[in-house]
């Protein structure tokens, strides 16, 4: 029955070839748009399919709308055997949602609506589930339907703001952390960074915020221990929308100390690095407000020659595996537009992005950063692409995990999108086979046998490549932006020109 109305609504319709593969694509597109992506899965199996992608959307605090049916309601919650039938189908996105709900009366549907879109506007993105009984579907509608206007954002406390801006006039070497709460309010953060003389680290969400040639920036480098060391000689952190995760440093605690925290979600001021002021606000007028208080700098002189010189430390110390990818990644950042998002997945590649791909501009490097499924970016990079059409968009994408999502090459195709993807291939799950044998661990089920990728994709309808050096790659990631279907372009570990 949603189809009946579907059909006459306007909106378009995307069909993937799974419901996960639906969740990733709302989540691209939501990634892009900052509008939440809307997807319309099964009762059951599709609810449980999807329940993945809503996971990874609750972890990266992406807005995603998951309306699905649900058994009748004369049979809800009875274990009768019914088709797909879960016993309390809620409780199985609940606590990877802002809020799951079923609409009881189809005056419950518009009503669970607009909460959902008022949880977006003015609150911690994450998805929302809304399960409509078959029998509530095919009611009539008798009563109006009409939008509501949004609730604003959270702004700072003048008093929070007065006594945070006191600490950062008192420090002597504070350090600024940003992540993807901040992405928007990359001028306050700019002008703020100058005016202390503090370091700036990004999260992966929040490349791009500063220039990697800004004399203060540190990039996506807080894994690094020259990093972490910088932190631990801070006297003041100023953590701004970022839940400072164990993904984004890999270490059991970082070496903070005194912190101020900004972020829309009052939970972050006290969870896992407690903040001696926090403040719950957007992210750009807590920023602009602590400007308009400040006095001048703080950290000594010379700290751009320190903060180059720490870089150049972390580059010396790149290991060999990574300076290929470093080497294939340079290559894409010259063959591709500053403004193309890339959707990149989990592969040991990307990894190596995360911290030294050199974004030039905020949302144009995504990750599946919390939650870490794979064959997120396949899927994900459709949905930005439906998002946007006129943006370039790239995949990075290994070769275990585009097996995970391999099915939505056939709606890529379908799509007829100019997609490329970059397919690296190290014949088997390669970060954890390189971690059982630094823990001399057998390496069990880390090398399957691969598909001819290249076969594989031609199949599906889209065009494939294996180039043989570093201009042919740059040549096929040119020519895959203007194509008339996705590409594939596989580069193996073991090229001979990396």
Same mark, same amino acid.
């Given at each position: 029955?949603?189809?009946?109305?579907?059909?006459?609504?306007?909106?378009?319709?995307? %069909?993937?070839?799974?419901?996960?593969?639906?969740?990733?694509?709302?989540?691209?597109?939501?990634?892009?748009?900052?509008?939440?992506?809307?997807?319309?899965?099964?009762?059951?199996?599709?609810?449980?399919?999807?329940?993945?992608?809503?996971?990874?959307?609750?972890?990266?605090?992406?807005?995603?709308?998951?309306?699905?049916?649900?058994?009748?309601?004369?049979?809800?919650?009875?274990?009768?055997?019914?088709?797909?039938?879960?016993?309390?189908?809620?409780?199985?996105?609940?606590?990877?949602?802002?809020?799951?709900?079923?609409?009881?009366?189809?005056?419950?549907?518009?009503? *669970?609506?607009?909460?959902?879109?008022?949880?977006?506007?003015?609150?911690?993105?994450?998805?929302?589930?809304?399960?409509?009984?078959?029998?509530? %579907?095919?009611?009539?509608?008798?009563?109006?339907?009409?939008?509501?206007?949004?609730?604003?954002?959270?702004?700072?406390?003048?008093?929070?703001?007065?006594?945070?801006?006191?600490?950062?006039?008192? &420090?002597?070497?504070?350090?600024?952390?940003?992540?993807?709460? &901040?992405?928007?309010?990359?001028?306050?953060?700019?002008?703020?960074? #100058?005016? *202390?003389?503090?370091?700036?680290?990004?999260?992966?969400?929040?490349?791009?915020?500063?220039?990697?040639?800004?004399?203060?920036?540190?990039?996506?480098?807080?894994?690094?221990?020259?990093?972490?060391? %910088?932190?631990?000689?801070?006297?003041?952190?100023?953590?701004?929308?970022?839940?400072?995760?164990?993904?984004?440093?890999?270490?059991?605690?970082?070496?903070?100390?005194?912190?101020?925290?900004?972020?829309?979600?009052?939970?972050?001021? $006290?969870?896992?690095?407690?903040?001696?002021?926090?403040?719950?606000?957007?992210?750009?007028?807590?920023?602009?407000?602590?400007?308009?208080?400040?006095?001048?700098?703080?950290?000594?002189?010379?700290?751009?020659?320190?903060?180059?010189?720490?870089?150049?430390?972390? &580059?010396?110390?790149?290991?060999?595996?990574?300076?290929?990818?470093?080497?294939?990644?340079?290559?894409?950042?010259?063959?591709?537009?500053?403004?193309?998002?890339?959707?990149?997945?989990?592969?040991?590649?990307?990894?190596?992005?995360?911290?030294?791909?050199?974004?030039?501009?905020?949302?144009?490097?995504?990750?599946?950063?919390?939650?870490?499924?794979?064959?997120?970016?396949?899927?994900? &990079?459709?949905?930005?692409?439906?998002?946007?059409?006129?943006?370039?968009?790239?995949?990075?994408?290994?070769?275990?995990?585009? %097996?995970?999502?391999?099915?939505?090459?056939?709606?890529?195709?379908?799509?007829?999108?100019?997609?490329?993807?970059?397919?690296?291939?190290?014949?088997?799950?390669?970060?954890?086979?390189?971690?059982?044998? #630094?823990?001399?661990?057998?390496?069990?089920?880390?090398?399957?046998?691969?598909?001819?990728?290249?076969?594989?994709? $031609?199949?599906?309808?889209?065009?494939?490549?294996?180039?043989?050096?570093?201009?042919?790659?740059?040549?096929?990631?040119?020519?895959?932006?203007?194509?008339?279907?996705?590409?594939?372009?596989?580069?193996?570990?073991?090229?001979?020109?990396?």
């Amino acid at each position: 029955d949603i189809y009946k109305g579907l059909g006459r609504s306007g909106i378009r319709h995307v %069909l993937a070839r799974h419901e996960q593969g639906a969740g990733f694509m709302a989540d691209g597109y939501a990634r892009e748009t900052v509008r939440p992506g809307v997807v319309v899965p099964i009762t059951g199996p599709g609810v449980t399919n999807a329940a993945t992608a809503i996971g990874q959307a609750w972890s990266d605090s992406v807005p995603m709308l998951v309306l699905s049916s649900e058994n009748p309601t004369k049979d809800l919650g009875l274990g009768r055997g019914r088709l797909h039938e879960i016993m309390n189908q809620e409780a199985v996105t609940q606590p990877m949602c802002a809020f799951s709900a079923t609409a009881r009366r189809p005056e419950d549907v518009p009503e *669970l609506i607009h909460r959902a879109f008022a949880t977006f506007a003015a609150q911690r993105p994450r998805p929302v589930h809304i399960s409509i009984p078959l029998d509530v %579907l095919a009611a009539p509608a008798r009563f109006p339907i009409e939008a509501r206007p949004a609730p604003s954002r959270p702004q700072p406390d003048e008093a929070a703001l007065a006594r945070a801006a006191k600490l950062l006039d008192a &420090a002597e070497r504070p350090l600024i952390i940003a992540g993807g709460g &901040a992405v928007g309010a990359e001028e306050p953060l700019r002008a703020l960074a #100058e005016r *202390l003389g503090a370091p700036v680290i990004l999260t992966i969400a929040a490349k791009g915020m500063l220039p990697e040639t800004h004399p203060l920036c540190l990039g996506s480098t807080l894994p690094d221990p020259n990093t972490q060391r %910088l932190l631990e000689m801070s006297d003041l952190v100023l953590a701004v929308g970022t839940e400072l995760s164990e993904t984004e440093s890999w270490v059991e605690a970082l070496p903070i100390g005194r912190m101020i925290r900004i972020d829309i979600d009052e939970r972050q001021l $006290t969870n896992g690095y407690p903040a001696e002021e926090g403040i719950v606000s957007d992210a750009a007028p807590a920023l602009e407000g602590l400007l308009e208080r400040l006095g001048g700098g703080n950290w000594p002189g010379g700290l751009a020659e320190k903060v180059a010189a720490l870089r150049s430390t972390i &580059a010396a110390g790149t290991r060999p595996l990574r300076r290929k990818h470093l080497t294939l990644l340079e290559t894409v950042r010259e063959a591709v537009p500053d403004e193309t998002a890339i959707m990149t997945d989990m592969t040991q590649i990307a990894y190596s992005g995360n911290q030294r791909y050199p974004s030039a501009l905020p949302r144009t490097w995504h990750h599946p950063n919390g939650f870490g499924t794979l064959g997120w970016a396949l899927p994900a &990079a459709i949905g930005a692409k439906l998002a946007r059409p006129e943006l370039p968009v790239l995949t990075v994408i290994g070769d275990a995990g585009i %097996l995970f999502s391999v099915q939505e090459l056939s709606t890529a195709a379908n799509l007829k999108l100019p997609l490329p993807i970059l397919l690296w291939n190290n014949d088997g799950l390669g970060q954890i086979r390189d971690d059982m044998i #630094e823990r001399n661990m057998p390496e069990i089920g880390v090398t399957p046998e691969n598909p001819d990728y290249q076969m594989l994709a $031609t199949a599906f309808g889209c065009r494939a490549v294996r180039p043989g050096s570093l201009r042919e790659v740059a040549d096929a990631l040119r020519a895959a932006l203007h194509a008339d279907r996705p590409t594939l372009i596989e580069v193996r570990q073991d090229a001979g020109f990396l």
